[in-house]
C-alpha cells in the first residue's frame, strides 16, 4: 500500500499567525482528502481534493499529483483549529490510508 | 448533511466478551468502514464493506468480525475481547468507492 507522511508532526501557534501542514505520499493517488480531529475526537473532513486548489474560508489546500503531495493552509489561526490534522490518500478498492498527524495547537 | 452514528461514546467490557460496536448512517452509501485509532499508530483499518452482505478484510483484521445484513448498518464484532482490543473505534462511510469519506463520533472501548 501507500505510505503516507505529514509534517510537522507538531506545531505550536499564536493566534492569528498563519501555518502549513504538508502531506507526501509515495505512490499515485486517486484522492486526497484532510481531515480534523476535534479535541472531543470527531474526525471532520475538510477537503476532498484530488488535485488542484480549493478553499474554504480560513483554510485552503492545493494537491499537486504529479509530485504527490498536498498543503493545507491555515490563515489567521483561532483557538478552535487546535486538534489533529490528518490526510488520507487513496489508491484502489476504496481503502483510505491515513498519515500520522499533524497536531496544531493555537495560543490566545 | 450526512449522518454517521455510532452506537455507543463509552464503552466498558470485560476479557473473553463478546462486543457489538454498531454505525448507522442515513445517506444511503454503499461503503462502510471501521478504523482504530491508537495514539502514536494513527488510523488503521480494520474491515471494510462495498455492499450488503460483502465485507472486505483492512489492514488489521485479526481478533475482528463484521457484519452487514443492512445497507445503512455495518457492525463490528469482537467475538472474545482482549485487553490490545482496548482503542477509539471509528466507523467512516462513502458513496462511491474512493469518494469523501464521513466518520461518526468515535467509540472508546476499555477492555479490563
Known amino acids: 500500500g501507500i505510505q503516507v507522511e505529514q509534517s510537522p508532526p507538531d506545531l505550536i501557534l499564536q493566534e492569528g499567525a498563519n501555518s502549513t501542514l504538508r502531506c507526501n505520499f509515495s505512490?499515485?493517488?486517486?484522492?486526497l482528502q484532510w481531515f480534523h480531529q476535534n479535541p472531543w475526537g470527531q474526525l471532520i473532513n475538510l477537503f476532498y481534493?484530488?488535485?488542484g486548489t480549493k478553499q474554504n474560508g480560513r483554510l485552503s489546500a492545493t494537491t499537486v499529483a504529479t509530485e504527490r503531495y498536498s498543503l493545507l493552509y491555515i490563515s489567521s489561526s483561532q483557538t478552535t483549529d487546535s486538534g489533529v490534522y490528518f490526510c488520507a490518500g487513496n489508491t484502489n478498492a476504496g481503502k483510505s490510508t491515513f498519515g500520522d498527524g499533524t497536531t496544531l495547537t493555537v495560543k490566545p | 448533511d450526512v449522518k454517521v452514528t455510532q452506537s455507543s461514546r463509552y464503552l466498558v467490557k470485560r476479557t473473553g466478551e463478546k462486543v457489538f460496536l454498531e454505525c448507522v448512517q442515513d445517506m444511503d452509501h454503499e461503503n462502510m468502514f471501521w478504523y482504530r485509532q491508537d495514539p502514536g499508530l494513527g488510523l488503521r483499518l480494520i474491515y471494510f464493506s462495498y455492499d450488503v452482505k460483502m465485507k472486505e478484510k483492512g489492514d488489521i483484521p485479526e481478533g475482528y468480525s463484521v457484519s452487514r445484513e443492512k445497507k445503512e448498518r455495518f457492525s463490528l464484532i469482537l467475538e472474545s475481547a482482549s485487553t490490545n482490543q482496548t482503542s477509539m473505534y471509528l466507523c467512516?462511510?462513502?458513496?462511491?468507492?474512493?469518494?469523501?469519506?464521513?466518520f461518526g463520533s468515535g467509540t472508546q472501548l476499555s477492555v479490563l
Open positions: 481534493i484530488p488535485s
Open positions: 505512490d499515485s493517488v486517486n484522492n
Open positions: 467512516a462511510s462513502s458513496s462511491p468507492v474512493g469518494e469523501k469519506l464521513f
